[in-house]
Structures are given as structure tokens and as C-alpha cells.
């Protein structure tokens, strides 16, 4: 890749979960009504056809892994399970209030945090009592992140006896220094074990995730990390770059300095590396920073041009209505997204109010769904078009200038009414994206909000 454009495009920007991103949203326009309202809407639209998505947020880890951007809450006290859990299911009571009729669930995922915190008796109990008071949709997913160093066979079993067929580890490198540099020290041994467990137990779809450009990495690092990938073969891998942004409050990223982080062009190199061998050993590139094997219903579905992107990140399907349970959690009905506290104490408080924990969010103008759906093409699918009346929006003329200096450095094609990505523009998408983003161009940032973009 060419040192300039790194160099020339390596800025502050979003990683485009949403649009509009977090920092953008208008509080002013928003209310909890607002949301409730936005959400049945969506509900009734898409229930019957699509079904629901729903995202479990599960904040508790018993250590600080210093790479992390989540929101969590430290502890060793497992007696917080419970109460917890007794929390997410009553959030959950008055969602199913607002929403008026059974939900069909499609997509279920338990992030965290660490969700392999909670014991197996524990999740099965969450997830019974969910799938008591819901249909399901026939194609259903169920997925969960689980810590290699503490993931059992009781978790596997358990989740997979209630539908769970997927589940991602998280990697991230396995030299011992950068393993001690971000307090994540978890041998080959362990993620072998978990993987192989959850073949043998029968889940259809076991993720890594693998990051580059953490503190003290190199290339061979991650050329190493990869070879002892190549060994288990994950259907899926998330090879992502280290989004550093020690500025945002309660993240953790301490322990090393930011001259102990890699270069752009390093980081860059590590990418590139790292995705030449991917390639090789067989996986396939998808959206951003994805990677699966052909056999995995990550690829079947950018084939089929179904690829979808949310809070969850890359999903095989789509649904209209996203509902985030937990702390932290974020929702989205399409028409709008919602935050929830990120404080436990106010969480629990709210709920016994019978109040949805909602602190924050924000509901999409006719703009603001128009580039929405511009961005989710160029992060699903590399292209976008404006062929349609209800995908252009007044300033698209001014946009389209910005694109030709895209094009001019080679990272796009113009097709009529339409534009393409090419590879050398791939690295680049949120970049591309960037050209979309009205609001972030109207009032730029009077301090770092975003990660670095390569």
C-alpha cells in the first residue's frame, strides 16, 4: 500500500456502527417517547416478515484487559448474577409492553464484558425466560462472545442445548508482550480447547477475533498469530485494528505509552500481511476488517447481497428493530436509536421505577435515513447508488466532489448514478464514508472523538 495515502488519509474517524454516530446524535429532538414510538412503528412494520433482533449486554469481568474500549464493571463478586440478570429480564417486561404483541426473535447475541462471567446455570435461566414470552423466527441465530481462559463445556452445552450455534473467542495476538501489555494473557492451549469444544458440541460457526497495531506489535507478530490460526481454522475472523481512545472515560486503555503503539504505516503493514495470509490460507474478505470461510453464512450472505451491519457489527441477516438490554446497551428501530445508562446503580434504579433506562438517543430526519442507507451499502457491499429519487439528498452534489479525490488516488470508480470501491479502497471505507457524513462536515470536532482511521 502506498505510504502517502496512508499518511494522507490516516484521521480521526468513525467506524460507522451507526449513522448518525453517537457523537452526532440531536438530544434535543429526543425523548423516551419519541423512541417508544419509533420502536413500535418498526416492530409493526417488520415483526411478521423479519422478526426482532436482540443484543445482552453482560458488563461484569473479573480483570481489566487494557486494549478494551467496552463498557464494563470490574469484579471478582459473582453474587451480581443474579440481580442482574432478575434487571434484564424486567427491561425486557417493559419493552414487550411497548411493543404490544409477541415478538418473533431472529438474531440473539450476549456481549460483553465477559458473558462466560455469568455461571451456565445462570444463562440458561436468562435465555429460558426470554424464549418463554417469544416465538422464533425459522432461521433463527443465536450467538455469544466467550473468554477462552474461562469459557466451560457447561457454557457450550448449555447455550447450545437453548439454540446457540455460534459463538466468537477473543484472540487478539499471542506474543506473550503484547498479551502482558494489554493484561489478556491466554495461551494457545486455551483458545485450542474452546474451539474444539465447540466443534465437538456442535456449533456450526466459531469466530476469532485477532486485532493489529496494539502496543509492541509487529508484523511477525501478527504473522505468528495467524499461523497458529491457520492450525484451528475458525469458520470466521474479526482482524481489526486497535481503536485507541484512552480520552473516553472508564475504557481502561492504560499500562503502555503511545509511543509503545505502532505507526499508521506499521499498523498498515500488519493489515496488509495479515490479510495476504488469510487469503491464502482460504478465507474470503467481507465488509470491513471481516474475514470467513466460504462454507460460513457470513459469506453465503455477502453472495447473496443480504449482508447486514448494526451495533452487533457484521450479521449474515437483517432486521428492521434491534432491542439492546443492559447497561450501556444501544437499540435501534431504524427510525431512531436509543442508549441505555451506562451507571448499574441508575440502571437498577430506573428499572424499579418501571422506566426503560434510556439516557440518550436520537431519531432520524429524511436526511439522516437517506446517508444511512448510503453508508450501510458502502460498509456491506463496497458500492452505493443514487439512482432513486429517495436515495439522493440535497447536498449530494457537493459530496460527489469530495468522491473525486477518491477516485483520483484510485479508491473508487464512478458508475452512473453510482459509485464502486475498489480494492485499494477497501482499507479506506470509513474514510469513504466520511464524504457522507453531513453532520460531521457541518461541525467538525473541537477534539479527538474518534479513533485513527488506519
Known sequence: MCKSLVNKYNVAGPRYTSYPTVPYWNLDTFSLDSWKSSLRQSFAESNYSEGLSIYIHLPFCESLCTFCGCHKRITKRHDLELP??????????????VLGAK???????????TPTFFSEANLKFLIEELLITSDLADDYEFSFEGHPN????????????LGFKRVSFGVQDYNIKVQKAINRIQPFKNVKKVTELARKIGYTSVGHDIIFGLPFQTKEDVIQTIKHTEALLPDRIAFYSYAHVPWIKGN??????DEDLPSGTS???????????LEIIGYKEIGMDHFALTTDTLYTSMENNTLHRNFMGYTASKTQAMIGLGVSSISDSWYGFA??????????????????????????????????KHVLNLMCHFQTTW?????????????????????????LTFETNGL?????????????????????????????LFSMTV
Open 339 to 372: 442508549q441505555n445508562v451506562k451507571s448499574l446503580e441508575e440502571y437498577y434504579h430506573l428499572l424499579n421505577e418501571n422506566i426503560i433506562p434510556i439516557y440518550r438517543g436520537h431519531i432520524l430526519n429524511t436526511e439522516d435515513l437517506k446517508i444511512r
Open 267 to 277: 499498523k498498515r503493514q500488519q493489515y496488509q500481511t495479515g490479510k495476504k495470509l
Open 84 to 97: 442482574y440478570i432478575k434487571a434484564l429480564l424486567k427491561e425486557w417486561s417493559l419493552y414487550r409492553k
Open 387 to 411: 439512482k432513486d429519487a429517495n436515495q439522493r439528498f440535497d447536498e449530494l452534489p457537493e459530496v460527489l466532489i469530495k468522491l473525486k479525490e477518491f477516485e483520483k488516488d484510485g479508491l
Open 150 to 161: 474461562n469459557t466451560t463445556e457447561a457454557h457450550l452445552q448449555a447455550l447450545y442445548n
Open 103 to 113: 415478538p418473533k426473535i431472529k438474531e440473539l447475541h450476549i456481549g460483553g464484558g
Open 420 to 448: 464502486k470501491v475498489t480494492d485499494a479502497g477497501k482499507p479506506f471505507i470509513r474514510n469513504i464514508c466520511m464524504a457522507f457524513d453531513l453532520l460531521l462536515q457541518r461541525k467538525q470536532p473541537d477534539r479527538q
Open 252 to 257: 481502561g486503555q492504560r499500562g503502555f505509552r
